[in-house]
């Protein structure tokens, strides 16, 4: 069982930039892929980006690449989302999420531990 705690967010500006958190808890953290998702006002979720708990490897989606940056701490009990050159598009509520498994692959569907997200909104 993992408990995942988001934090970090809050009311930035076009241009800005803001640090996520998440904050894991739990045993056996060598064997995870954990994610960070968002879900925008009226849309369905998807993900930001996932890193791997087994190694370093990671994977950040196309809208956000060259922006965004997932990384962990080597104790594998923090995982974060720098976020840079924020825009109004990536306003919406940023969960943390963990599937049991090796890679850097997350899938809405395919995760099995959530947050209860954090709040980010980009706005002048």
């Known amino acids: 069982q993992l408990q995942l705690v988001e934090s970090g967010g809050g009311l930035v500006q076009p241009g800005g930039s803001l640090r996520l958190s998440c904050a894991v808890s739990?045993?056996?953290?060598?064997?995870?892929?954990i994610g960070w998702f968002r879900q925008a006002p009226g849309e369905g979720r998807e993900v930001v980006a996932c890193i791997s708990t087994s190694d370093f490897s990671s994977w950040v989606a196309a809208p956000v690449k060259g922006r965004f940056a997932i990384s962990r701490t080597n104790a594998k009990d923090t995982v974060y989302l720098q976020m840079n050159s924020l825009e109004p598009e990536d306003t919406g509520v940023y969960f943390c999420?963990?599937?049991?498994?090796?890679?850097?692959?997350?899938?809405?569907?395919?995760?099995?531990?959530w947050g209860k997200g954090t709040l980010v909104t980009v706005s002048a």
């Open positions: 739990g045993i056996g953290l060598d064997y995870y892929a």
């Open positions: 999420a963990a599937r049991y498994g090796s890679g850097d692959v997350c899938l809405v569907s395919g995760m099995d531990y």
